[in-house]
């Protein structure tokens, strides 16, 4: 069975910091990775995904993932926060035969100060 | 592209009462839908599949006859909570894909289920 775990429940850092944010992955085979963003109250966000190739992935609004199958990790990265950037964000891993029953991890809230 | 709809976005419904919530894809066909449960300051757990055309698959520990699921069609799955208690007040989020799962899932918006 699959399963997520992000080690982090919340951080906090400035506005014009940079972000990391940590998941871990456990899986037998390659996984389909992603990573979500949910606002209070709201549905979730794809922020990016990973399913094969270039390690390093691209998502929206300045964030990027690295896949690191030595450490079965996936964590999520952002140069530079905005305040607009204070959310839920989930990591999430896939079968890739059946990329849509996604397990979540419990989540990271994140809290950017001014 | 790839929205999906939601609906209600909130409800509140008495104890013993049934209440639907919808899923639609607007802009795409989705044979296949998922609807997830999320407790307040909690993750998502998947709930079901559901699959146009047939029967739904329920994950280990959901009661299928409390919580029924169609997908009637290829835009629209629908989840009803039947006889309401106030334990399943919930976030409930449905999510789908426009191709079978290769770009990724677009989740709904959710809706706030309260039953008091």
């Known amino acids: 069975a699959q399963s997520v775990t992000q080690p982090d429940i919340h951080i906090t850092v400035s506005e014009g910091a940079s972000l990391e944010l940590r998941c871990n992955y456990s899986?037998?085979?390659?996984?389909?990775l992603f990573w979500y963003v949910q606002s209070p109250g709201q549905g979730l966000q794809l922020l990016l995904k990973?399913?094969?190739?270039?390690?390093l992935v691209q998502g929206i609004k300045g964030f990027e993932a690295e896949f690191k199958r030595s450490q079965s990790s996936f964590n999520l990265r952002k140069p530079s926060v905005h305040w607009s950037d204070a959310a839920e964000y989930f990591c999430?891993?896939?079968?890739?035969?059946?990329?849509?029953?996604?397990?979540f991890g419990d989540g990271t809230t994140l809290t950017v100060k001014p | 592209g790839a929205v999906v709809s939601q609906h209600p976005s909130r409800v509140i419904c008495k104890s013993g009462t049934s209440v639907k919530i919808e899923c639609r894809s607007l802009?795409?066909?989705?044979?296949?839908m998922f609807w997830y449960r999320q407790f307040p300051k909690q993750s998502l757990m998947l709930m079901a599949t559901?699959?146009?055309?047939?029967?739904?698959?329920?994950e280990q520990g959901v009661e299928k006859d409390k919580f029924l699921i169609n997908h009637a069609s290829l835009t629209l799955s629908t989840l009803t909570v039947t006889s309401a208690h106030p334990e399943d007040s919930s976030f409930y989020i449905c999510?789908?894909?426009?191709?079978?799962?290769?770009?990724?899932?677009?989740f709904g918006s959710g809706t706030r289920l309260t039953v008091v």
């Open positions: 999430a891993v896939a079968a890739n035969t059946n990329a849509g029953k996604s397990t």
């Open positions: 899986y037998g085979a390659t996984p389909y």
């Open positions: 999510s789908a894909s426009p191709s079978g799962g290769a770009s990724g899932y677009t």
């Open positions: 559901s699959n146009e055309g047939s029967k739904a698959t329920y």
């Open positions: 990973y399913f094969s190739g270039d390690t």
């Open positions: 802009d795409f066909q989705a044979t296949t």
